[in-house]
């Protein structure tokens, strides 16, 4: 059971440069979502998703878009990189049937913008 | 304004004493859970201890206790004789429904990085 799978584990970019940081889960978890970590802020949401086809905004979506065509993939895609998004992006999933089950985390990916 | 607020961005605690983490938060929804994380520096999310907002008691797992006071929006942590591999950052999280969509979304604070000392 590997839990929440993300790569890469490492990306460096040039600015304007488009990527896309891959998530996958094997829980048959209906939620997902993605967040960017950087020092000082915490965790910030980028996107999630309640299941597939569904998705929504979080509190920092721009520059930033998703998909949800399948319950175990959950894409995040950078259209045009900037210095700005350099940061840690975790993605993380959880059973959304009951309230109290706590985020399940991939490993993150460390993204460099240059 | 939905918000986790966590103002302590360093604490020391000494070995086998207890410390207290603050969190607070914002929110208008009657119905949310409140999260604690622990993130090593090897970089993992560790998932602590859970408390509902319609929970009666204060939740508590192990060494980790959640002071949880509904009427001041805190959600404080406790723990109990620290141990050197507590030294990590610890972020407070909410889980709030999200009407359009029918599901629910995760916020989280900025974290307090804690150093226990030998």
């Known amino acids: 059971n590997a839990g929440v799978t993300q790569t890469p584990k490492f990306q460096v970019l040039k600015t304007g440069q488009s990527m896309t940081l891959q998530c996958a889960q094997d829980?048959?978890?209906?939620?997902m979502s993605w967040y960017r970590q950087d020092p000082g802020m915490g965790l910030r949401l980028i996107h999630y998703?309640?299941?597939?086809?569904?998705?929504d905004q979080g509190e920092v979506p721009n520059g930033y878009n998703v998909s949800r065509s399948t319950t175990e993939d959950f894409p995040l895609r950078l259209l045009s990189a900037a210095p700005s998004q350099t940061s840690v992006y975790f993605c993380?999933?959880?059973?959304?049937?009951?309230?109290?089950?706590?985020?399940?985390f991939g490993n993150g990916t460390r993204l460099t913008v240059t | 304004a939905q918000k986790i607020t966590q103002t302590q961005p360093g604490m020391f605690v000494q070995e086998k004493e207890a410390v207290t983490l603050d969190c607070t938060y914002d929110?208008?929804?009657?119905?949310?859970?409140l999260f604690w994380y622990k993130q090593p520096s090897s970089g993992e999310m560790i998932f602590l201890i859970y408390?509902?907002?319609?929970?009666?008691q204060n939740a508590t797992e192990g060494r980790y206790s959640l002071n949880f006071q509904k009427a001041r929006k805190s959600a404080n942590l406790v723990i109990s004789a620290s141990q050197l591999g507590d030294s990590a950052m610890y972020f407070c999280?909410?889980?709030?429904?999200?009407?359009?969509?029918?599901?629910?979304?995760?916020?989280f604070g900025a974290g307090t990085r804690l150093f226990v000392k030998a």
């Open positions: 993380a999933s959880s059973n959304a049937g009951t309230r109290r089950t706590p985020l399940h």
């Open positions: 829980m048959n978890h209906e939620y």
């Open positions: 998703s309640v299941g597939a086809g569904i998705t």
């Open positions: 929110t208008s929804d009657p119905s949310y859970g």
């Open positions: 408390q509902g907002s319609y929970d009666q």
């Open positions: 999280a909410m889980r709030l429904t999200r009407a359009s969509t029918g599901g629910f979304k995760t916020i």
